[in-house]
């Protein structure tokens, strides 16, 4: 497993400040800034990183020796298991392989937390958009947009999608 010492600042340090935060303040919602205040102690590097958030998950843009990673926050625990499950399902229909060339890796997952990872937001080429829409429709993904779209050196690679339901 790659990462385990972010892996271990998550599951020890991350995932109970979330149950206790809930639990003190009495919040059924997730507490998404603190979280980030939490992560911006621990990544000193990122403070300048600004966080997004979608309708079903915040990412936490951090940065580990080599590259830059991202750490996405679900609202519950469904929302990240659909994308890791998406992977993992890619993965043995394509072959690791050719997902990772194609889908951003994803390293692991636990618990609201996943970690994956992070390219530069830019324009994409529309050959590079319709090859990854191409390959997202041959192995039954869906929302292959620009904005699901990164580049990863000199590599345009799909960040998130869903898979079509049968």
């Known amino acids: 497993m790659r990462y385990k010492k972010i892996k271990g600042l998550v599951e020890k340090v991350v995932q109970p400040s979330v149950d206790f935060i809930k639990r003190s303040r009495g919040r059924t919602t997730t507490p ?3 979280i980030e205040a939490i ?22 843009i951090i940065h580990s020796s080599t590259r830059k990673l991202v750490l ?11 994308d890791y499950v998406t992977y993992r399902q890619l993965c043995k229909r394509a072959g690791t392989r050719n997902a990772n ?7 692991w997952r636990t618990g609201l937390f996943m970690l994956q990872k992070y390219g530069k937001q830019v324009i994409v080429p529309s050959k590079k958009k319709k090859t990854l829409s191409a390959f997202g429709k041959r192995y039954g993904l869906k929302d292959i947009r620009d904005a699901n779209i990164m580049k990863f050196g000199n590599n ?8 079509k339901k049968k």
Request: overall charge positive; charged content about 45%.
């Open 32 to 34: 998404f800034k603190e």
């Open 101 to 107: 060339r194609h889908y951003a890796k994803i390293y």
């Open 72 to 82: 996405k926050m679900g609202r519950k625990r469904k929302d990240v298991r659909k």
């Open 156 to 163: 345009f690679k799909i960040v998130d999608a869903e898979r």
């Open 39 to 60: 992560l911006k102690i621990f990544f000193p590097r990122t403070k300048h990183e600004q966080s997004k958030s979608g309708f079903f998950k915040h990412v936490f």
